[in-house]
């Protein structure tokens, strides 16, 4: 049973194109994140949602967008992609009363060329 | 800004040995995490300490906190190659309600040479 899964695994793609990364958790948390990890494993907060309310917006370009489509689903959709966005895109989801601990997906490696 | 700094960036030692990982923040918390990345795969949770804490003990992984140095380390005992991964420290505030914020160090590499 997997608990928090993304799709896709991997996706390569051109400089200006626009792609969608989608999240899901089954674990009935009420928090879902997305994180950047770049290539020196620098992991990065981007967004967070707490039943379908954004929480955490940290300084992110506006082609990006989270969007909710319910508590258990967090998508992550880039316009116009560019060369520095390349990196590890990690969804994570966490429950209320425990402390913050979250729960990761396996990752979505996106390559823009 | 980023928050957590841990050292050393990358240990190798020989199984059966002990390995300890330390990680400095800046700023105030209400707890801090420790996780584990296998290379290719997602973060795993290890172990979460409070602020009000100084230690905590989870099988074979201790976990120390010094609030006054703004520091934590994580000792895994008798190693094994299974524990060959990136180990990460997360400091955790809390951003209102329920809801913390994590900020990641960068991570050491921890190398467990059967």
């Known amino acids: 049973d997997t608990a928090v899964s993304q799709t896709p695994k991997y996706l390569v793609t051109q400089m200006g194109n626009d792609k969608s990364i989608k999240c899901e958790q089954n674990?009935?948390?009420?928090?879902m994140y997305w994180y950047k990890q770049d290539s020196k494993k620098f992991l990065k907060i981007m967004f967070s949602?707490?039943?379908?309310?954004?929480?955490i917006n940290e300084t992110v370009p506006n082609r990006f967008s989270p969007k909710s489509p319910d508590k258990a689903h967090l998508n992550l959709h880039i316009n116009s992609l560019e060369l520095g966005d390349s990196a590890v895109y990690f969804c994570?989801?966490?429950?209320?009363?425990?402390?913050?601990?979250?729960?990761f997906g396996p990752g979505t490696r996106l390559t823009v060329l | 800004s980023q928050q957590g700094e841990e050292d050393p960036q990358a240990l190798s030692i020989q199984e059966g040995e002990n390995a300890t990982m330390n990680c400095s923040y800046k700023?105030?918390?209400?707890?801090l995490q420790w996780y584990r990345q296998n290379s290719g795969r997602g973060l795993v949770h290890l172990i979460l300490?409070?602020?009000?804490?100084r230690e905590k003990h989870s099988g074979r992984l201790r976990v120390t906190l010094d609030t006054s140095k703004k520091s934590s380390s994580l000792l895994i005992t008798a190693s094994r190659a299974a524990d060959t991964a990136s180990y990460f420290c997360?400091?955790?505030?809390?951003?209102?309600?329920?809801?913390?914020?994590?900020?990641f160090g960068k991570g050491t590499l921890l190398t467990v040479n059967p």
């Open positions: 300490i409070r602020s009000n804490e």
């Open positions: 949602y707490n039943n379908k309310e954004l929480i």
């Open positions: 674990l009935g948390h009420d928090t």
């Open positions: 997360a400091t955790a505030l809390n951003s209102g309600g329920s809801n913390y914020k994590l900020t």
């Open positions: 700023t105030s918390i209400n707890n």
């Open positions: 994570a989801s966490s429950q209320e009363g425990r402390r913050g601990t979250q729960y």
